[in-house]
């Protein structure tokens, strides 16, 4: 499986855990500080708050105002806001922490002034104030040995959790160890970064646990200890100086290395925290990257982000390095596959890290400057930007020539092979589809679909040219070619590179017709999409369900389907959103919306223009004449078919010439200028040499069977 398929399937296995033990009893499930949370706990937890209802658990979460829940305002949920305590809810609580002995009222009184009705400060300062001799404990109650001072009690949450470390003054230096370390830690890390004998460590660790700042769960040498609050962890931390703090995080961080191997490779983040804390900035990026690419194995892309960014942070405030172009560089084209994946690619974050990663100067050419040029040909591509992404396509092409390894030049091709078909220059798309064809090895380059695209280049070789040849006019090869597609994609079992495989087939399909093969395709299509999260080929599933359930007759179900799918699919690609707006357009006009249908042609025409896909503009501009011909404006209607007609001939797109000459004929056969029609028909349709017989060939040879007639 590939990453994000494992973490899918865990989420599942930890959902089945769950049914599981509520069908035996009821479930309470607790989640603490949530605006702390990671991102792929926080979507965890967004998915067992939606499925809360269908079982019998009552689940939790306590979070600080600040956070804001992903999750929408189910029925099943209610929020409540944790207010102050009154008075009497402080004076119980006050009691409480006092064993139910009475304090003095005016001390009482102190403590809720100060602590303003705040429950862990009103509990933390009645401990400062029973922990610091002010006050006579008697059997029931206790009283005051003098007046009570003002500045007796602490004003602050944080002065009185100090004053208490500072009557603790021999623990200390463990709760500040404690306190680097984090919220929770164990015995054996803390012995290994406090350096003192472990009896004294095992007295303070006594000590700090029954003055209640630490919990503690088992028995040292296994025992686990938890700071009672996120704030004493802080009050503990924030006591260290400065260079103290940065010398115990680095013992932490050797500590971590020499001791727990185990710890550093399941969680390097964890030492690169440390060794960052430490000043130690070159140690810090180390595990940091090694975090980020831990990270991006685990399909964690948002927490890969965090950790390659905070090392590109890293590497800025360094200054100049003899070898810091080739660091940036590095780093920028491992955030930039986390990046697509987790923001898509066309996503400006996306853009711009590898626009950054581009402008490196970082010497003679590597692999590297090869991967930061073919993610900013990746990004302007699905952007729509197709003259920019042809640009960088020649440079790709030219650098892995230079360099010499044939896995990029194959990747070269494979950039050249894309932005030429869409650009419409199909004869160059043929060439360079070919030459992938050709090079390509399954053992050898298979592995190119997780550097790169996502997807198998020898599936994407055959899949481009199936299309290629269909608009130069060979429907056979096309079809043949897109079932190679296919076919080669399902022995891979790799289901991104088959739903790419089948999305190239159905447009095959679609461009020749073939209704119920494109039906079955994109059921499959769809079926497999929704299997393993594919949202953009969801989207052109239910685009090319949609035609074939329009082309069966069933237009209003049809269109409804191809608009869902095109919104789909748009939101992660521009390229062939003019075609699929054709194909939309040409539905619509049959049911009636002539209207709608021309400034859907109209949107896409000027897109094109924009981004340069010029692949299916000739058929844009024979259907806008369609429908202006039908509307009785023939001479607009004329320019559209010629237009058409140009645009196809300059593509050598045999097929689409046929279409647009066929439509231009009959238009001059209904105004009497049969044999114009004629001579304009008969020598494209003569061209068509191969044994088949489609749509598009039968209408032509009908035109001409009544021209001739």
């Given at each position: 499986?590939?990453?994000?398929?494992?973490?899918?399937?865990?989420?599942?296995?930890?959902?089945?855990?769950?049914?599981?033990?509520?069908?035996?009893?009821?479930?309470?499930?607790?989640?603490?500080?949530?605006?702390?949370?990671?991102?792929?706990t926080?979507?965890?937890?967004a998915?067992?708050?939606?499925?809360?209802h269908?079982?019998?658990?009552?689940?939790?979460?306590?979070?600080?105002?600040?956070?804001t829940?992903?999750?929408?305002?189910?029925?099943?949920?209610?929020?409540?806001?944790l207010?102050?305590?009154?008075?009497?809810?402080?004076?119980?609580?006050?009691?409480?922490?006092?064993?139910?002995?009475?304090?003095?009222?005016?001390?009482?009184?102190?403590?809720?002034?100060?602590?303003?009705?705040?429950?862990?400060?009103?509990?933390?300062?009645?401990?400062?104030?029973?922990?610091?001799?002010l006050?006579?404990?008697?059997?029931?109650?206790?009283?005051?040995?003098?007046?009570?001072?003002?500045?007796?009690?602490?004003?602050?949450?944080?002065?009185?959790?100090?004053a208490?470390?500072?009557?603790?003054?021999?623990?200390?230096?463990?709760?500040?160890?404690?306190?680097?370390?984090?919220?929770?830690?164990?015995?054996?890390?803390?012995?290994?970064?406090?350096?003192?004998?472990?009896?004294?460590?095992?007295d303070a660790?006594?000590?700090?646990?029954?003055?209640?700042?630490?919990?503690?769960r088992?028995?040292?040498?296994?025992?686990?200890?938890?700071?009672?609050?996120?704030?004493?962890?802080?009050?503990?931390?924030?006591?260290?100086?400065?260079?103290?703090?940065?010398?115990?995080?680095?013992?932490?961080?050797?500590?971590?290395?020499?001791?727990?191997?185990?710890?550093?490779?399941?969680?390097?983040?964890?030492?690169?925290?440390?060794?960052?804390?430490?000043?130690?900035?070159?140690?810090?990026?180390?595990?940091?990257?090694?975090?980020?690419?831990?990270?991006?194995?685990?399909?964690?892309?948002?927490?890969?982000?965090?950790?390659?960014?905070?090392?590109?942070?890293?590497?800025?405030?360094?200054?100049?390095?003899?070898?810091?172009?080739?660091?940036?560089?590095?780093l920028?084209?491992?955030?930039?596959?986390?990046?697509?994946?987790?923001?898509?690619?066309?996503?400006?974050?996306?853009?711009?890290?590898?626009?950054?990663?581009?402008?490196?100067?970082?010497?003679?050419d590597?692999?590297a400057?090869f991967?930061?040029?073919?993610?900013?040909?990746?990004?302007?591509?699905?952007?729509?930007?197709?003259?920019?992404?042809?640009?960088?396509?020649?440079?790709?092409?030219?650098?892995?020539?230079?360099?010499?390894?044939?896995?990029?030049?194959?990747?070269?091709?494979?950039?050249?092979?894309?932005?030429?078909?869409?650009?419409?220059?199909?004869?160059?798309?043929?060439?360079?589809?070919?030459?992938?064809?050709s090079?390509?090895?399954?053992?050898?380059?298979?592995?190119?679909a997780?550097?790169?695209?996502?997807?198998?280049?020898?599936?994407?070789?055959?899949?481009?040219?199936?299309?290629?040849?269909?608009?130069?006019?060979?429907?056979?090869?096309?079809?043949?070619?897109?079932?190679?597609?296919?076919?080669?994609?399902r022995?891979?079992?790799?289901?991104?590179?088959?739903?790419?495989?089948?999305?190239?087939?159905?447009?095959?399909?679609?461009?020749?017709?073939?209704?119920?093969?494109?039906?079955?395709?994109?059921?499959?299509?769809?079926?497999?999409?929704?299997?393993?999260?594919?949202?953009?080929?969801?989207?052109?599933?239910?685009?090319?369900?949609?035609?074939?359930?329009?082309?069966?007759?069933?237009?209003?179900?049809?269109i409804?389907?191809?608009?869902?799918?095109?919104?789909?699919?748009?939101?992660?690609?521009?390229?062939?959103?003019p075609y699929?707006?054709?194909?939309?357009?040409?539905?619509?006009?049959?049911?009636?919306?002539?209207?709608?249908?021309?400034?859907?042609?109209?949107?896409?025409?000027?897109?094109?223009?924009?981004?340069?896909?010029?692949?299916?503009?000739?058929?844009?501009?024979?259907?806008?004449?369609r429908?202006?011909?039908?509307?009785?404006?023939?001479?607009?209607?004329?320019?559209?078919?010629?237009?058409?007609?140009?645009?196809?001939?300059?593509?050598?797109?045999?097929?689409?010439?046929?279409?647009?000459?066929?439509?231009?004929?009959?238009?001059w056969?209904?105004?009497?200028?049969?044999a114009?029609?004629?001579?304009?028909?008969?020598?494209?349709?003569?061209?068509?040499?191969?044994?088949?017989?489609?749509?598009?060939?039968?209408e032509?040879?009908?035109?001409?069977?009544?021209?001739?007639?």
């Open positions: 499986m590939d990453a994000r398929k494992r973490k899918e399937k865990t989420f599942d296995l930890h959902f089945a855990q769950l049914r599981q033990l509520e069908q035996q009893q009821p479930v309470l499930m607790i989640y603490e500080d949530v605006q702390w949370i990671d991102p792929t926080l979507e965890l937890l998915l067992t708050v939606e499925r809360a269908q079982m019998r658990l009552l689940l939790v979460i306590s979070a600080r105002p600040e956070f829940p992903p999750w929408p305002g189910y029925a099943h949920v209610t929020t409540v806001s207010t102050r305590l009154s008075r009497r809810e402080g004076t119980m609580l006050i009691t409480g922490v006092a064993q139910g002995r009475a304090l003095p009222d005016e001390v009482i009184s102190q403590i809720l002034v100060r602590t303003d009705g705040v429950p862990l400060f009103i509990e933390e300062l009645t401990k400062t104030v029973l922990e610091s001799g006050l006579r404990k008697r059997a029931h109650d206790y009283v005051l040995d003098g007046p009570l001072a003002t500045v007796a009690i602490p004003t602050t949450l944080h002065d009185s959790l100090m208490r470390l500072d009557r603790l003054t021999s623990v200390r230096r463990v709760a500040q160890v404690g306190a680097a370390l984090g919220r929770q830690f164990s015995h054996e890390l803390l012995h290994a970064a406090a350096e003192m004998p472990e009896r004294q460590l095992s660790l006594e000590q700090l646990v029954r003055a209640e700042l630490l919990f503690q088992g028995t040292p040498p296994d025992a686990q200890y938890t700071f009672k609050h996120a704030l004493v962890q802080d009050v503990a931390y924030a006591s260290l100086l400065r260079a103290n703090r940065q010398q115990l995080h680095a013992r932490i961080a050797r500590a971590y290395e020499t001791r727990f191997p185990e710890v550093v490779r399941a969680q390097p983040e964890l030492v690169a925290h440390h060794f960052t804390e430490a000043g130690l900035s070159d140690s810090a990026m180390e595990y940091w990257q090694q975090a980020g690419d831990l990270a991006m194995a685990r399909s964690g892309h948002t927490e890969a982000i965090h950790h390659f960014s905070v090392a590109l942070d890293l590497l800025t405030r360094l200054g100049e390095k003899p070898d810091r172009a080739a660091k940036e560089l590095e920028c084209v491992k955030l930039g596959p986390a990046l697509l994946m987790a923001k898509g690619p066309v996503s400006p974050e996306a853009d711009a890290i590898y626009s950054r990663a581009v402008a490196i100067e970082a010497g003679e590597s692999s400057q991967k930061a040029l073919w993610g900013r040909y990746y990004c302007s591509m699905n952007s729509g930007r197709l003259g920019e992404a042809a640009a960088h396509a020649d440079d790709l092409l030219r650098l892995a020539q230079r360099l010499g390894a044939d896995d990029l030049v194959l990747e070269g091709h494979h950039a050249k092979w894309s932005t030429t078909l869409w650009c419409g220059e199909l004869a160059a798309a043929d060439l360079h589809s070919q030459e992938g064809i090079r390509y090895d399954c053992t050898r380059h298979h592995s190119l997780f550097t790169f695209s996502g997807h198998d280049p020898g599936v994407c070789a055959h899949g481009i040219r199936a299309i290629n040849m269909a608009l130069l006019g060979f429907p056979q090869q096309a079809m043949k070619l897109g079932a190679e597609a296919v076919t080669l994609a022995s891979l079992s790799h289901p991104y590179s088959l739903a790419l495989a089948m999305w190239f087939c159905a447009i095959v399909l679609q461009v020749g017709r073939q209704r119920q093969s494109c039906r079955d395709l994109a059921t499959e299509l769809l079926e497999l999409s929704q299997e393993h999260d594919f949202p953009m080929m969801r989207g052109a599933g239910m685009f090319f369900l949609g035609w074939a359930t329009a082309d069966g007759g069933e237009l209003e179900q049809g409804a389907l191809m608009e869902q799918g095109l919104a789909l699919f748009s939101a992660g690609r521009r390229v062939t959103r699929m707006q054709s194909v939309l357009a040409s539905a619509k006009s049959d049911f009636g919306g002539p209207g709608e249908a021309l400034e859907l042609l109209k949107d896409a025409l000027a897109s094109t223009e924009v981004s340069a896909e010029r692949w299916w503009q000739a058929e844009l501009h024979r259907l806008r004449g429908l202006l011909v039908a509307r009785g404006e023939y001479d607009e209607g004329e320019a559209c078919f010629r237009c058409a007609l140009d645009i196809s001939s300059g593509q050598r797109a045999g097929l689409l010439e046929l279409r647009a000459a066929t439509s231009l004929a009959r238009l056969s209904e105004r009497g200028r049969n114009e029609a004629r001579d304009l028909l008969a020598p494209i349709y003569g061209w068509f040499t191969e044994g088949f017989d489609t749509l598009d060939l039968k032509a040879k009908m035109l001409l069977d009544e021209l001739h007639a």
